[in-house]
């Protein structure tokens, strides 16, 4: 296909009401040239984008010469401006007020760009973050020149200019996390398709040739929501259409199928199992639009359908962008397939990362036992450290966070070791630490002159060869039996070691109240001592309890995180529920 046919006759045709012949089939999702593939328009999926992005415009316009913006911001501003210029629906289409300010944006493309090709974006001279950015441009390149206007011709050089001297960059260039693979994939993809380089097609097969990093459940390694909805599903995607890869589509399904289970009524995605950033963050469905979209059409699948009209129906987030991918690939405006039922009743359990999730219309949970804490006991990014056990919503009410913190040798908070399902409607959390006592070295170990080897005894190095030291350990168990009740749940935790004062979290999401619990003085916290507490959001509510004493206890983060002042305090509304092991109290959620 010729570069200036990549996009040939898509802003017409979508005019027109009509999917183009030479694109993606709306059946298949890859590329069919000269197999014409007609379908009617989703007239309201382009209105809905086409206001978005109208939106966005303005935003730009007040801000494109903002000198703290990254080359990532800049590229998606321009690709931002080029959307409403080349989309003959805009009341920006063909201003020629967007002209001047594109000019801008792309001349600092270029005089940011290094000689080698690459970027720096936080990182120096990276390949996987000049990926990113590499994406917008070539997307930006290709409408400009399927629009053809004489008065963009100064843009287009610039632009080519930058792709011709990135290619190579990012055909050699290496990464540094799992998704930085798709994402140099896909934009050598996009590259090598407007200036084909087989040296670009090459790394695209060496990447590919690693394995994509998906687990049985469908959640890719990183097991994030961020990296699945902005990185991996749609740069597989990408690359399946550009280098005739349809099975990669699968993936990307089994991706989304794994998704409708963590999809909240309010449409957030739980990242409670993530290894990355957002584990203790919120993430929005809305990224996800043309992923579900897309394959709504290519299986005909009511189900993602309704995921997808859901997330127009709320219509937040960025979600302008996505006209740029529909002016790209017509055939994602087509009509979508009827809609049918996601789910909202069900028990889904994620064998690969040790997660459950329980829905019963708009109440929902989520039970997690697949820290990396156990096999690698180290605080890093790539790593999922959050001692976030079980969480829960009703409606507007929601419990973000219930975390355990015994008080025990500042080993920190309890991460179960699994989950382990002990019924239909129950589940069981557990785990052990063991603390040693070192006693002397043995003979042939010592050293006249003391220097022994600086080792690791599970909670501090020090010079003392600790791997050849007889131990006598002090062991803690703890278990937290989680079981379905008609209207919420019973959490029944179990301490065993004696004398160890532990602290339980309950971290209710800001924007509701708080009742039947006491201020904890210049702390803004609340202990629930006795009795039953609630939460209340408009109409529904989480009632909380009983109290288990006026015992103060802090919530130890462990050392790894005191040493150097970290913390593991979640923001909300914070409610502690104490007291002394050994042991065995039952928390009671309920929810109306």
């Keep these: 296909?010729?570069?200036?046919?990549?996009?040939?006759?898509?802003?017409?045709?979508?005019?027109?009401?009509?999917?183009?012949?030479?694109?993606?089939?709306?059946?298949?999702?890859?590329?069919?040239?000269?197999?014409?593939?007609?379908?009617?328009?989703?007239?309201?999926?382009?209105?809905?984008?086409?206001?978005?992005?109208e939106a966005q415009i303005p935003l730009v316009l007040s801000s494109y010469q903002n000198a703290g913006d990254s080359v990532r911001t800049i590229a998606r501003k321009g690709r931002r401006l080029i959307s409403g210029y080349v989309w003959g629906r805009s009341r920006y289409h063909h201003d020629n007020a967007l002209l001047g300010p594109l000019r801008t944006l792309c001349d600092r493309l270029a005089a940011l760009q290094h000689e080698d090709g690459l970027y720096d974006v936080g990182n120096l001279h990276s390949p996987p973050d000049s990926a990113f950015a590499i994406q917008d441009l070539c997307m930006m390149w290709a409408l400009l020149d399927a629009d053809g206007q004489a008065a963009t011709?100064?843009?287009?050089a610039i632009l080519e200019q930058i792709l011709r001297k990135a290619g190579p960059a990012l055909a050699t260039g290496g990464v540094h996390t799992p998704n930085h693979r798709w994402e140099v994939s896909a934009a050598l993809a996009r590259t090598h398709h407007l200036f084909p380089d087989r040296r670009y097609a090459a790394r695209i097969d060496d990447w590919l040739d690693e394995?994509?990093?998906?687990?049985?459940?469908g959640i890719y390694s990183?097991?994030?929501?961020?990296?699945?909805?902005?990185?991996?599903?749609?740069?597989?995607l990408t690359i399946a259409w550009l280098r005739d890869r349809p099975e990669l589509v699968g993936f990307v399904?089994?991706?989304?199928?794994?998704?409708?289970?963590?999809?909240?009524?309010?449409?957030?995605?739980?990242?409670?199992?993530?290894?990355?950033?957002?584990?203790?963050?919120?993430?929005?469905?809305?990224w996800y639009l043309t992923q579900f979209r897309e394959l709504a059409l290519h299986d005909s699948d009511g189900r993602f359908a309704t995921v997808a009209k859901d997330i127009e129906r709320r219509g937040t987030g960025e979600v302008g962008d996505f006209l740029a991918e529909v002016l790209e690939r017509p055939e994602l405006a087509a009509q979508l397939p009827t809609a049918k039922p996601v789910p909202a009743d069900f028990v889904q359990t994620y064998e690969a990362h040790q997660l459950a999730r329980i829905r019963r219309g708009d109440r929902t949970a989520t039970l997690f036992g697949g820290t990396d804490f156990h096999d690698i006991p180290v605080i890093a990014s790539g790593l999922s450290t959050n001692p976030t056990f079980f969480k829960l919503r009703q409606g507007a009410a929601i419990l973000d966070s219930v975390r355990l913190s015994p008080q025990f040798f500042s080993?920190?908070?309890?991460?179960?070791?699994g989950l382990r399902r002990t019924g239909s409607r129950s589940f069981r959390l557990s785990d052990e630490v063991k603390v040693p006592y070192h006693l002397p070295l043995p003979k042939r170990y010592r050293r006249k002159d003391g220097a022994y080897a600086l080792t690791l005894d599970g909670r501090f190095y020090a010079s003392m060869d600790f791997p050849h030291r007889p131990k006598q350990y002090r062991t803690l168990r703890t278990s937290v039996t989680v079981t379905e009740v008609g209207n919420g749940f019973d959490l029944t935790f179990e301490l065993e070691q004696s004398e160890v004062p532990f602290a339980i979290e309950l971290c209710f999401r800001p924007g509701?109240?708080?009742?039947?619990?006491?201020?904890?003085?210049?702390?803004?916290?609340?202990?629930?001592?006795?009795?039953?507490?609630?939460?209340?959001?408009?109409?529904?509510?989480?009632?909380?309890?009983?109290?288990?004493?006026?015992?103060?206890?802090?919530?130890?983060?462990?050392?790894?995180?005191?040493?150097?002042?970290?913390?593991?305090?979640?923001?909300?509304?914070?409610?502690?529920?104490?007291?002394?092991?050994p042991t065995r109290y039952t928390l009671q959620l309920r929810t109306s």
């Design 1 to 53: 296909m010729q570069r200036r046919t990549f996009l040939a006759g898509s802003l017409t045709g979508l005019s027109a009401g009509v999917l183009i012949p030479g694109h993606a089939s709306a059946t298949t999702g890859t590329p069919t040239p000269g197999n014409p593939s007609v379908a009617a328009v989703d007239e309201e999926f382009l209105a809905f984008l086409t206001k978005a992005n």
């Design 153 to 156: 011709e100064p843009h287009r």
């Design 211 to 217: 394995g994509i990093d998906a687990t049985p459940d």
């Design 222 to 236: 990183e097991r994030s929501a961020t990296y699945a909805s902005e990185v991996t599903n749609p740069c597989l």
């Design 253 to 286: 399904r089994r991706n989304l199928e794994a998704t409708r289970y963590l999809l909240e009524p309010n449409g957030e995605v739980d990242t409670t199992a993530s290894r990355r950033q957002d584990q203790t963050r919120i993430r929005d469905v809305w």
């Design 411 to 417: 080993t920190g908070h309890f991460r179960s070791d």
């Design 512 to 581: 509701g109240s708080l009742s039947g619990v006491v201020p904890l003085e210049g702390t803004g916290n609340y202990q629930l001592a006795e009795g039953t507490g609630a939460y209340t959001v408009g109409s529904d509510r989480i009632e909380f309890g009983p109290g288990n004493g006026t015992t103060r206890v802090t919530m130890d983060p462990g050392e790894r995180y005191t040493q150097l002042n970290g913390s593991l305090v979640p923001d909300g509304l914070r409610v502690y529920l104490t007291g002394r092991a």
